[in-house]
């Protein structure tokens, strides 16, 4: 028996080895994505670090893993009411909730104050706005679960001290606003609770049919204008026997959303019913039935942003629009009030507009300001660049109103502003190259102002126009506007449309003052020299007369002092411009303060050493920036060529007129190459000027994104040496790869090679992340737009990068094939909606196409999990690269060997790299192709023979000759088995079959999770590019 | 590596089985030593691959002067003293250095100087244990208690073996020095070792990390959200969580040594039912507690010399045990702690009164401050020890904390009150002899249960669950 038992005990360790050797994939994640094994490298012997990931690794993948982990949490749920997974909170007598919800129900969201005020604020303009189309607006919230069933919740802790939820922040935040469309709910459907019907499910996150009509009784009631049109709705329970998709997670499995995100409906058909459009969550699967019988047609669409920008929806079609949001989920709601009015164009009704006087501008830090006939001129060195709009205006109960910023960018960037209330918040907008227009919904408190950062790049900003919009319920209501506003008000009783908005930036706001003028800075040390010792600033006329170029009121930084600061205006009805200069280094003698004698120093912003700018055509404009004390004239600068100092770009003026002791300036047509180093200096002090130590270049910016296959470009393999111009950005800094990391370093120097221009990728991938939200598995997923998204770390790091880049490559879909569900046309429509809506719009294109080239790396080999999903997510790739323009199929996988479950090889990165780098090239026009062969058609020859149709693109013959593997023969869903698999000439393949063929019959090569690839078809190319998965009907 | 890890399970101790009684088949007991000692530096090289040239290399030097104590009788104190400091300066440098920098630096800039710019060292895992293990060998051989050993690869066996390489127990190597020349494997040992393992398995994954994760979320709670029941909680968690932890890796260490045929000294005594502090100390890490003793208390004089010193000496040996603990003041001040209490039990006379006298009184009584050591020791700080000791003692009220309440779940709670049973069973019960020696049905049966049953749940737990190496690990 001894003996028995200890074989047994051996037997029982020797299972997972056992099971891996019969089927190394048997524990695949499915439904999850898994840890990816540690690089392995030399050192990694000796490296603790190297065991640790080895032993999570191991944990997370051995053979008998899934079962064993879903054992553990069946009897820590059905024995010990427990439960470890993070997203499930059990309650008491079996109830689940999600577990942020739980949050919630702790009250500890005091912290979140302004970003209620702000989603108030903003849910507020939105009705507004919608209101003044002449459209109706909902919202709701749905509560919680554990809002309406908090005695199920257990204990939860509570935080006395705060005791306010994000959901009670809301609301207080909506209280504050004269609001009228808000459909509050828990107290409903706390009430209905009390007839002792179930309205959310035990083991479900969100409300059940009941719950849902309901809510949906509430909504009838405040949106039918004539109670008499009230319906009853039709409740019809729905048997199911899911089991809830809180229970599904506590097991393991993530819950199928089983809905697509935009669906159409049917609705009444009543032309007395309006025709709707409701933006919701997971709560809308429920009550989208009732909503039916309120609406003649109702579209649903799954969105965190209104409008969303996947979707394409036209609101104008719709009479009204109905928004939905989790209490849980308020975080993450976004509406888009420039899209809004944009798509709204002059269909909205605004009782009055009028210019706001842009005087009212000042400088904060590090900010050079200027009116001018185009507007106001921004000079900003980046980050620390920051104006201020004082005396706006402030909504009330009577007016509400918004500030519209037309500004003139010259690269694309993320401009800043923040709210000077009382709890001071912040919003980010982003600004494309050329004329942006931004609304900015001003809130219920004075006095007001903004600060605005224009952009994290320095450059030269034009603010065309600031204009307030007023929207008003009550047309008797006449407001009172400081005099100096009131320059081009309209009749408040004409309702105007609102303009177009290109027909007006092209006319230029409208000025109270004289379009030459410009602002006058003045330092400490004059106001030292020229106070007459009653506090009262006297001009210096003298001057002002030196600049030919400006007005007598033109300001002029003529300061001798290092520390500018706020100075008064020669006109008091201008504002003082401030000037902040605590970033500057200190003079070589310490910190003392320049004397009022003229000397000139010049510092410089270098740039990032290692930086490459994106070239436009063959050369780039450097914008160059910097600080100076004294009187330079003007700044001038040049570009040098590293270490041999050769002169590239000679001396060109770049500022002419610098001001307030700051200098922008564009060095145009800096030849592509590098390295680079710049110098400036003063125009007419010669001996003032700075260096740059830090080496740069123009040449190509690669966009990368996607997922741990693009993460194991820069980390896999040691095989090759990068080129001395081939760069990585991360966020922060320019780093060389220097030999680790195959596909990249084989991908930049085939290209460094090639052109002899420095190649930079912008690397933003992030392991495990998914396209879509279904595909989110903790790590983040592409189409997540909001703040703090993996998506907007992309676009903020571009615009770091200067905005531009030539282009963007993609290695993504393992996570969206995990999820098991995914069909062909959700990720189709997700990548492309990614392409077009997303990256297009915020990255610039700094390429010679008409769009910013997109390539797309097809998903590699995945060892098990569901061979559909995973085609699904192939063919999707594929056919976005054939229908969406300038995008294109970079690299075939499938005959890469694998290492590990879903990552590559350390050679055949290095494969990967060069074929990504001959589409860079064929899309460049260095190479006539980039594509390996394809199956053309097929045709049988006879009973047991079928003849392939192979089309060559770069090649004219493949090999092997014979026993390639990757075929199938279907037939009525069947594999027919094959006898022979063998080339009968440079063009044609022949498949001889065991069987005779009867009924209709497809051929398909390389189909699936992980089709067999040990002996490819590859054409006799330079590239040696394998025959590309297809699938074709035998004729 | 973990015994309590996936790998260590289904890897390495199949393939170290597999191969053991491979070469045993093939060429019987002549590579036997070497197979262990090769997986026992894999096993070594898995945990700390950077010290494993730190281990071989001094090793080779204790062989070295082993040998050469054992066979120049005119030096031998020299390589003694030699070997001696070289192991406790090795021992010093890596787990004390880091410590006594910052101290000093502490004191630079408390009177206002540059502190000393210095990089941390990295601790190497099981460098306490092992070390001691070589003293306990340099000792012997130079006392001629037992003659140096030949063979290079049983010593360095002896000092590797991966079963007791990481936390002990500290076997001495006149124990073991016989069992590695000549020692029998046999299903009955094998049988018998599967079952300790399998016992200190379900000991650790159930019951030890139940309790320490109790005991983590509370010692991990801000001194103001603490209340005095909450304290006491983590007091007792933690209080179950060392001994349960401590000693699953003991049964598991003499399991895996009985399945390669080492007999190994048993470590705990259920230390619990100690009557005494001096009787608790004879029943916790007792093989630390003998190593002391006849390395270090006998050598000072033991209580040979007069009741003064006899205090001094032990007083010596608790604060350099609380040291050999950690650089930390805590380990210190929990070191100063028991010897105030054994030399208290010395001059009163308590540790004196036969066992059987007021034995539950005195149960509960050493029950009592070995507790409240413990929260000494568990404390990252002084300042936390005091707060919490605070907390302990002076009667505060409050809600509990989120994570403490997802803690508190019915499986946590249902192991921690299976552990509290050790503090009322009595002194001489072991489950462990239940299950080994009694040669019956129901212990085969039960047997049978821990390894289909309880062997498989703690594989899903080690699973479905954040790895949590052993709290001696980092001694």
């Known amino acids: ?1035 | 590596m973990v015994f309590s890890s996936t790998f260590f399970l289904f890897s390495f101790l199949p393939a170290v089985i597999i191969c053991y009684y491979a070469q045993r088949l093939l060429v019987p007991t002549r590579l036997r030593n070497a197979t262990l000692l090769f997986f026992s530096y894999l096993f070594y090289l898995y945990g700390a691959a950077g010290f494993l040239l730190i281990l071989i290399m001094s090793t080779f030097a204790d062989y070295l002067l082993g040998l050469l104590i054992d066979r120049d009788a005119r030096h031998k104190k020299l390589w003694l003293c030699l070997s001696v400091i070289f192991n406790l300066g090795l021992l010093a440098y890596f787990k004390y250095a880091n410590f006594f920098v910052a101290e000093f630096n502490s004191a630079l800039v408390f009177f206002q100087y540059f502190p000393i710019d210095w990089k941390e060292v990295i601790f190497p895992i099981g460098i306490s244990f092992f070390t001691f293990k070589k003293l306990s060998y340099i000792i012997d051989v130079y006392r001629g208690e037992s003659p140096a050993m030949e063979n290079i690869v049983d010593f360095a066996l002896y000092i590797a073996m991966f079963p007791q390489l990481i936390a002990g127990p500290i076997v001495r190597y006149s124990y073991i020095r016989s069992q590695l020349k000549d020692r029998r494997e046999s299903w009955n040992n094998f049988y018998m070792g599967i079952l300790r393992f399998c016992w200190g398995l379900a000991k650790k994954v159930m019951i030890a990390n139940s309790c320490g994760q109790i005991a983590d979320v509370i010692f991990n709670l801000d001194l103001e959200l603490l209340d005095t029941k909450v304290a006491w909680l983590g007091a007792i968690a933690y209080t179950l969580q060392i001994y349960f932890d401590f000693s699953a890796y003991s049964d598991m260490a003499i399991g895996l040594g009985l399945l390669f045929g080492f007999k190994t000294t048993e470590n705990f005594n259920r230390p619990y039912s100690s009557v005494s502090v001096t009787d608790f100390w004879r029943r916790w890490h007792i093989t630390l507690s003998q190593w002391f003793r006849d390395y270090l208390y006998i050598p000072l004089g033991g209580n040979r010399r007069g009741i003064l010193r006899t205090c001094f000496n032990m007083a010596v040996v608790c604060i350099l045990c609380g040291f050999w603990h950690g650089a930390n003041w805590t380990f210190l001040i929990w070191g100063i702690y028991h010897a105030v209490f054994l030399i208290l039990e010395r001059v009163t006379g308590a540790r004196s009164i036969p066992l059987e006298k007021y034995r539950a009184v005195r149960r509960v009584v050493t029950l009592f401050i070995v507790t409240v050591g413990w929260v000494i020791f568990r404390s990252e700080d002084i300042s936390q020890a005091m707060g919490f000791l605070g907390t302990m003692f002076t009667a505060s009220d409050s809600t509990l904390s989120y994570e403490l309440s997802r803690a508190l779940n019915y499986r946590n709670i249902l192991f921690l009150m299976t552990a509290l049973t050790v503090f009322f069973l009595p002194g001489n019960f072991s489950g462990i002899k239940f299950l080994t020696y009694k040669k019956d049905r129901t212990a085969l049966t039960a047997g049978a249960l821990m390894i289909l049953l309880l062997l498989p749940y703690c594989v899903a737990l080690i699973a479905g669950g954040v790895s949590s190496p052993f709290i001696y690990y980092r001694f």
Not at chain 1, 119 to 129: D, G
Not at chain 1, 258 to 263: A, F, L
Request: charged residues 25%; glycine residues 8%.
């Open chain 1, 1 to 1035: 028996m001894k003996k028995i038992l200890s074989l047994i005990f051996v037997g029982l360790l020797l299972i997972p080895a056992v099971i891996w050797m019969f089927d190394p994939e048997f524990s695949t994640p499915v439904n999850r994505i898994g840890l990816p094994p540690p690089r392995m490298y030399t050192r990694a012997l000796v490296d603790n670090q190297y065991y640790k990931a080895f032993d999570q690794y191991y944990n997370d993948s051995f053979a008998l893993r899934s079962p064993l982990v879903f054992a553990k949490r069946w009897v820590d749920f059905r024995i010990f009411r427990m439960t470890d997974v993070p997203e499930v909170h059990i309650g008491n007598e079996g109830w689940l909730y999600s577990r942020r919800s739980i949050e919630d129900v702790r009250k500890e969201a005091c912290g979140n104050k302004a970003d209620a005020q702000q989603i108030a604020l903003k849910l507020y303009a939105l009705e507004k706005i919608i209101e003044a189309s002449g459209r109706r607006f909902f919202f709701m919230v749905a509560p919680n679960k554990s809002t309406i069933y908090p005695e199920f919740v257990g204990y939860v802790p509570q935080r006395k001290a705060c005791n306010r939820s994000r959901y009670d922040l809301l609301l207080e935040s909506i209280a504050a606003l004269p609001r009228k469309n808000f459909v509050r709910l828990d107290q409903l459907l706390r009430d209905a609770k009390s007839s002792h019907a179930l309205l959310y499910d035990k083991a479900g996150a969100y409300w059940n049919g009941l719950g849902a009509m309901v809510a949906a009784e509430a909504i009838q009631r405040q949106i039918l204008e004539d109670p008499r049109q009230e319906v009853v709705l039709d409740y019809t329970p729905i048997a199911t026997v899911d089991p809830g998709d809180l229970n599904r997670q506590l097991m393991g499995f993530k819950s199928p959303t089983g809905e697509k995100p935009v669906r159409h409906y049917a609705g009444t058909g009543r032309p007395r019913h309006p025709f709707g459009i409701v933006y919701g969550d997971n709560f809308m699967q429920k009550l989208r039935p009732y909503l039916q019988q309120m609406f003649n047609r109702i579209d649903v669409i799954r969105a965190d942003r209104v409008p969303s920008r996947h979707h394409g929806e036209d609101l104008r079609k719709y009479e009204f629009i109905f928004l939905e949001k989790a209490e849980s989920e308020l975080d993450s709601l976004d509406i888009d009030i420039d899209s809004l009015l944009s798509m709204f164009d002059n269909e909205v009704r605004i009782a009055t507009r009028y210019p706001f006087d842009l005087q009212a501008a000042e400088a904060v830090s590090d900010i050079s300001l200027g009116l001018a006939v185009s507007g106001l001129e921004i000079k900003s060195v980046g980050n620390p660049s920051v104006f201020e709009l004082k005396s706006l205006p402030a909504s009330d109960e009577n007016i509400f109103r918004l500030l519209k910023l037309s500004i003139e960018a010259p690269h694309t960037d993320i401009m800043t502003i923040t709210y000077m209330t009382v709890d001071p918040y912040n919003t980010s907008k982003f600004l494309k190259k050329g004329i942006t227009e931004v609304y900015l919904p001003l809130p219920f408190q004075n006095p007001q102002s903004i600060q605005i950062q224009p952009g994290n790049q320095p450059g030269v900003f034009n603010l065309r126009s600031a204009e307030i919009f007023e929207f008003s319920d009550n047309p008797d209501v006449e407001e009172q506007h400081p005099e100096w506003l009131m320059v081009a008000e309209t009749d408040l009783e004409e309702e105007i449309p609102l303009l177009n908005s290109e027909t007006e930036s092209d006319s230029g706001p409208e000025l109270s003052y004289s379009e030459t003028q410009t602002m006058t800075f003045i330092t400490d040390s004059e106001m030292a020299v020229n106070d007459n010792g009653s506090g009262q600033f006297i001009p210096e006329d003298d001057q002002r007369s030196d600049e030919s170029h400006s007005s007598d009121l033109e300001g002029d930084p003529q300061n001798d002092s290092a520390d500018l600061h706020a100075g008064s205006v020669t006109d008091n009805s201008l504002p003082k411009i401030v000037a902040d200069h605590s970033f500057m280094a200190p003079d070589k003698e310490g910190d003392e303060k320049p004397s009022v004698t003229k000397t000139v120093s010049i510092a410089m912003t270098d740039f990032e050493d290692g930086r490459i700018f994106q070239r436009n055509g063959r050369s780039a404009d450097i914008v160059v920036s910097g600080i100076y004390t004294g009187k330079p004239g003007g700044i001038e600068a040049r570009v040098l060529r590293d270490r041999t100092y050769d002169e590239v770009v000679t001396w060109t003026v770049i500022d002419a007129s610098p001001r307030n002791g700051i200098y922008v300036g564009v060095i145009p047509d800096v030849p592509q190459g590098g390295w680079y180093n710049l110098q400036v200096r003063s125009t007419e002090n010669r001996h003032a000027s700075a260096d740059g130590t830090h080496k740069w270049g123009v040449g190509i910016l690669v966009a990368c994104l996607g997922q741990s296959n693009m993460k194991e470009w820069f980390y896999t393999g040691t095989d090759l040496r990068s080129h001395s111009l081939l760069r990585k950005f991360n966020g922060n800094d320019w780093s060389k790869l220097g030999g680790q990391g195959n596909g990249a370093i084989a991908f930049g120097n085939r290209i460094i090679e090639r052109l002899g221009i420095p190649v930079g990728f912008l690397d933003f991938s992030v392991n495990g992340s998914g396209l879509g939200k279904e595909a989110d598995w903790g790590t983040g997923y592409w189409e997540d737009t909001a703040r703090g998204s993996i998506y907007s770390h992309f676009v903020a790091g571009v615009s770091k990068a200067g905005g531009a880049v030539e282009f963007v490559v993609s290695i993504q879909g393992e996570a969206d094939a995990a999820r098991g569900t995914v069909t062909e046309e959700e990720y189709r429509t997700s990548l492309e909606g990614f392409i077009s809506k997303q990256v297009r719009v915020d990255i610039e294109n700094g390429s010679h196409r008409e769009h910013l080239p997109f390539l797309v790396v097809a998903m590699v080999k995945r060892p098990g999990g569901k061979d559909d999903p995973h085609q699904a997510v192939r063919n999707a790739q594929y056919r976005v690269t054939e229908t969406v323009p300038d995008c294109y199929l970079a690299a075939t996988t499938l005959d890469l060997k694998n290492r590990g479950r879903q990552h590559l090889s350390a050679g055949a990165y290095i494969k990967m790299g060069h074929r990504v780098a001959q589409t860079v090239l064929f899309v460049l026009g260095e190479e006539t192709y980039h594509r390996g062969p394809a199956i053309a058609g097929a045709k049988q020859i006879d009973a047991r023979t079928i003849e392939v149709r192979i089309e060559h693109r770069g090649g004219t013959d493949f090999t092997p000759i014979s026993e390639m593997t990757g075929w199938e023969v279907r037939a009525s869903d069947t594999s027919v088995p094959l006898t022979k698999v063998f080339r009968h000439d440079p063009q044609t393949i022949r498949i001889i079959l065991e069987r005779p063929l009867a009924q209709k019959t497809m051929i398909r090569y390389l189909y699936g999770a992980m089709p067999d690839t040990t002996r490819p078809v590859v054409d006799n190319s330079a590239m040696s590019l394998p025959l590309e998965e297809g699938q074709s009907e035998v004729k």
